[in-house]
């Protein structure tokens, strides 16, 4: 069992309430995975520039090792902005290779946790209270977002095995149920050339939808595609820079309920987590049908 | 009209104050004020008394029922009056998967769509959907009636034993075992008497029945390739 939230602004107004809205939605699904938690952020975009979001489990040590080498790049100097144990890094849209490199090469204990010009994620192992608390996601501004409570069947509780799982620019994919070829997938998807950094199903399907869209595909392709390919149980939500995208299973037996109305597109595992948005008791609520791909975008 | 707010006294104050009514009980009619998807509102009831809950409910709203009659204005998440045993559960809204799941008597009413499993295993309860169903629905039904106005979805009455199952729309495809029927006199006049029941206003000759062809009841030696 995991519980999942997701909050897709089509009404700009709300945009500095998203942070508020989602951790408040994220919350009410403690029960349903009270292990971690974890959210992506889709906003603050400058032009030219990129964000890289990094974790380290002693972020004392690494992040300021990390500042010191990202002074010493020519160009202008990345920013690094530090929450927890999580910190995003702010530059140039032509130095992320450069950077990405340099973390794999000097930094080995810092972990990438997504790239892109509007993508932050931040997960942790814990309460999703206290994971909220710790990374201030409440104060968080943007366009539209996705959570995750995780209560772990597949593989270990740690800060990578939790959701949400970037393996593209600006994309991410949280998941509730397991895939039972998660294997044979990853061993293609790794022959292909997309790597995994865990041994966790969920991420194999979050890269399986980055190799679609590499080859051409739109979310909406990728995941129709994916019915067919990703064999088990699955809801998933996925975002990319403007979207935000829905597919169940053709069992769908992990449930999903979804509101729309002018201000707002929203996705919760239950009831439950919608109930404190705005007007919801006049937006239109409805069950997703299995094995159908619902997709927004702006 | 007693009134009980969930959101200040909690959800087991409530299941315990409607459980604890008797038989004879004054108190006849009780509404349930912000239940905000809360799970497990008003189950186990055994008493004649009306209850109304005033919003959308999450899992398994008024399960295990005995003799009350429940309203819920708004929809219900998954398992809405599972295992009940009589009385009614109406759902002004949709339901979610498995409604009705294992009912041994008693009618749930769903006055929107129900989603996918509804009435599976259902032993003796009457169930009335106005929209449509989902898929595997009736999988294994024993006894009772499933009453359905709008469309079924894949595999309706897989595995079916005894259970009844009327369809006004379209049926995506009927599960192993499951064939249509003749609808003689007595069906139509069973079927009106549920929709009446139901406060559902259709024509039972516009329902096609469907049921067992009792073909799986017992080990066939020329199946035993598909075992």
């Not at chain 2, 998440?77 to 109406?90: D, L, Q, R």
Request: one cysteine or more; hydrophobic letters at 40%; proline letters at 3%.
């Amino acid at each position: 069992m995991c519980g999942i939230v997701g909050l897709f602004l089509k009404n700009e107004a709300l945009k500095p309430q998203l942070g508020e809205l989602l951790s408040a939605m994220l919350i009410t699904m403690t029960d349903r995975g009270p292990d971690s938690a974890g959210i992506a952020i889709y906003g603050d975009e400058v032009s030219d520039m990129i964000k890289l979001t990094v974790q380290s489990a002693s972020p004392d040590e690494d992040f300021p090792a990390l500042e010191q080498s990202l002074h010493s790049l020519k160009g202008d100097n990345p920013k690094l902005s530090i929450r927890d144990t999580h910190a995003v890094i702010h530059t140039n849209a032509n130095q992320g290779d450069t950077i990405r490199a340099m973390l794999m090469s000097s930094h080995p204990n810092i972990r990438l946790m997504s790239y892109g010009q509007s993508i932050e994620i931040y997960k942790e192992v814990g309460l999703p209270k206290k994971v909220v608390e710790r990374f201030n996601l409440t104060s968080a501004s943007g366009s539209h977002g996705i959570g995750h409570t995780r209560m772990a069947t597949e593989s270990a509780v740690t800060t990578l095995g939790a959701h949400p799982f970037s393996t593209g620019s600006d994309q991410c994919l949280v998941h509730n149920g397991s895939l039972s070829n998660h294997n044979t997938l990853r061993r293609q998807l790794n022959r292909e050339g997309i790597t995994t950094q865990t041994e966790n199903d969920s991420e194999v399907a979050a890269a399986y939808l980055t190799a679609r869209m590499n080859e051409g595909d739109s979310l909406g392709e990728a995941l129709t595609a994916g019915i067919a390919d990703l064999d088990g149980f699955f809801t998933f939500v996925v975002g990319t820079r403007d979207g935000f995208g829905v597919l169940r299973d053709p069992i769908a037996c992990k449930p999903a309920v979804m509101a729309e109305n002018e201000d707002y597109v929203a996705f919760g595992s239950e009831y439950r987590a919608l109930v404190g948005l705005p007007d919801i008791e006049q937006a239109r609520v409805w069950e997703p049908e299995p094995a159908q791909v619902y997709f927004w975008s702006h | 009209m007693s009134i009980i707010d969930l959101s200040e006294n909690g959800l087991r104050h409530l299941n315990e104050t409607l459980q604890s009514q008797a038989q004879g009980t004054n108190q006849q009619d009780w509404e349930i004020i912000n239940p905000r998807g809360s799970h497990a509102i008003a189950v186990g009831l055994d008493a004649p008394i009306n209850v109304t809950v005033s919003g959308s409910t999450g899992y398994y709203c008024g399960g295990m029922n005995k003799q009350a009659s429940i309203t819920v204005k708004g929809s219900v998440g998954p398992g809405v009056a599972e295992n009940m045993m009589s009385g009614i559960v109406v759902v002004e809204g949709d339901a979610s998967q498995y409604a009705g799941a294992t009912g041994r008597g008693g009618m749930l009413v769903v006055r929107g769509n129900a989603a996918s499993r509804c009435g599976i295993s259902m032993k003796g309860i009457d169930i009335v959907v106005e929209g449509n169903i989902g898929h595997m629905s009736a999988f294994m039904a024993q006894r009772g009636n499933l009453v359905v106005l709008g469309d079924a979805g894949e595999a309706l009455g897989d595995s079916l034993y005894e259970a009844r199952l009327y369809v006004r729309g379209s049926v995506k495809s009927l599960g192993a075992d499951c064939i249509e029927k003749e609808m003689r006199p007595e069906h139509l006049a069973q079927l009106a008497e549920l929709l009446e029941r139901a406060g559902t206003d259709a024509d039972p000759a516009s329902f096609r029945r469907y049921g067992s062809a009792r073909q799986l009841y017992h080990f066939n030696v020329d199946n035993a390739s598909a075992y």
